[in-house]
């Protein structure tokens, strides 16, 4: 296939990706500046950012770029998504790593690296570019997890990953294995006939593989990394593997739902239900004994993740306007909760911030980060005038107009438990704490790159909670 100036247009946001991660590996090379660095990541992911909207306007939404790529609403929506959490992320570790005496440089390299591989997966097509690209986003994690190299749980969380993650990626290759034996094509495509034929070698093989997926998603039964990877990792880490992490999974899952029309075949309607209502409990139930925030988020996002399934099991309009919306409300509340826990963390100070301790008073000391992290936690839970309850609210549409009526049933119940530990964070900041005179935040904090992400991000959450309609036309 012959690429012209309109793929390799189709291509630039992915291409600027990689030229940004050249760059700032040469720059390292040559002199490391913590700030310089920084400056040429955030500089290329916007470029990138800028770049994706462009397209978007100037290229049709159904082109198919090579044999292993499309570009499509799904990709464009995917790769937007991306470059902002990553930019949100990257801004995070510039402000945690700014005291840190070690290397601080190669993260932002790793990142970039990692963005690149999430940008490939969501427009991946063929199985192929699955695996590249789901490779090329796990492998710089590892990296990532255990940056801090002289904290234990950094480097035990880093050791977990890539034992559980060299797990996962065995079941898909087996799982690729029995599919290409049975049909002879790795191209979504071509997969979907046969599917519907009930060819048992293609079914186990498909079968396998969403194993694997839903490690990358931390879905029950697959989800017992989650909490320990979460605690170990830095801060800016932990809101990655949240955000962009699990962006680009999920949407390679809509797009297999779509295009291998899984919707109609009755063995993995099935397999997606029990999985979605699996996560939903698990996540809560266990969310509620943790003591530690790092570790409620993790468990949490298992559930959310649970939520967003019923939205792809849908298969309507409804569900794939709920997908993009649960996508971009969570993002939001995921950085900026771990936006919060950066800006109180220093990996010169030992443990992160992530106990309920350590947000005990928060308010008195810092009121605006206390209120930034309030209105996270009330968006996570699904409260009413946040962004996260109309996320929710088109996911129970989506349950409905599929008649998924248990469900829905196990969504509201989720919902119901996730309340008492959301709103157990948000209480413990406006505690006061014994004998601690009440202070005003540090005068410098929101005067820094991440502190004003974090309140935009509020802003964001708060703007569609309260009107919902632009984000909507603008997802369609």
């Known amino acids: 296939m012959t690429i012209g100036s309109t793929e390799l247009l189709a291509l630039a946001p992915l291409l600027v990706t990689v030229a940004t991660a050249v760059t700032v590996m040469l720059s390292i090379a040559w002199r490391r500046n913590h700030f310089l660095n920084a400056t040429l990541t955030v500089v290329g992911l916007n470029v990138a950012l800028l770049t994706t909207l462009f397209t978007r306007n100037a290229l049709p939404l159904e082109l198919q770029l090579t044999a292993l790529l499309q570009h499509d ?10 470059l902002v959490s990553t930019l949100g992320c990257a801004t995070l ?65 880093a050791i977990k990953y890539l034992v559980l993650s060299a797990a996962a990626s065995t079941f898909l290759l087996f799982g690729m294995a029995l599919v290409y034996a049975e049909t002879g094509s790795l191209a979504f495509a071509a997969l979907a006939q046969p599917l519907q034929a009930g060819a048992p ?65 009755p063995l993995f ?25 790092k570790r409620l988020l993790g468990y949490s996002s298992i559930a959310h993740f649970g939520y967003l399934l019923i939205a792809i099991v849908a298969g309507n309009t409804i569900g794939d306007d709920a997908l993009g919306v649960y996508l971009l409300t969570y993002m939001a509340a995921s950085l900026g909760a771990f936006g919060v826990l950066t800006l109180l963390s220093s990996p010169y100070r030992g443990d992160d911030a992530q106990g309920l301790a350590d947000l005990r008073g928060l308010f008195w000391q810092h009121p605006y980060l206390a209120a930034v992290m309030t209105v996270a936690v009330l968006s996570l839970a699904g409260i009413p005038l946040t962004a996260g309850f109309i996320a929710k609210f088109y996911v129970v549409a989506a349950g409905v107009a599929a008649h998924l009526w248990w469900l829905v049933a196990v969504l509201v119940l989720g919902s119901a438990i996730g309340i008492y530990f959301y709103l157990r964070v948000m209480v413990t900041m406006f505690l006061a704490v014994p004998g601690r005179r009440r202070l005003d935040a540090e005068r410098n904090w929101g005067e820094r790159s991440g502190g004003l992400m974090t309140v935009l991000l509020s802003l964001f959450t708060l703007a569609v909670g309260l009107y919902p309609q632009p984000l909507l036309d603008l997802l369609r």
């Open 73 to 82: 609403g799904l990709a464009v929506f995917g790769t937007a998504a991306v």
């Open 93 to 157: 570790a510039h402000a945690y790593l700014e005291g840190l005496q070690d290397n601080r440089d190669e993260m932002y390299l790793l990142l970039l690296i990692a963005a690149s591989g999430a940008i490939v997966l969501v427009g991946a097509n063929h199985m192929a570019t699955l695996l590249i690209g789901l490779e090329l986003m796990s492998l710089p994690l590892y990296g990532m997890i255990g940056y801090i190299y002289r904290d234990r749980r950094s480097l035990e969380a």
């Open 201 to 265: 070698l293609l079914l186990t093989g498909l079968t396998l593989m969403l194993a694997g997926i839903a490690f990358k998603l931390s879905l029950a039964p697959f989800h017992l990394w989650t909490p320990d990877v979460y605690h170990g990792a830095p801060a800016p880490v932990g809101a990655f593997l949240a955000t962009v992490g699990k962006i680009a999974v999920v949407l390679l899952l809509m797009r297999w739902w779509q295009e291998l029309r899984l919707g109609s075949s």
């Open 269 to 293: 309607t099935a397999l997606l239900a029990a999985l979605a209502v699996l996560s939903i409990l698990t996540g809560n139930l266990l969310a509620l004994f943790q003591g530690n925030v």
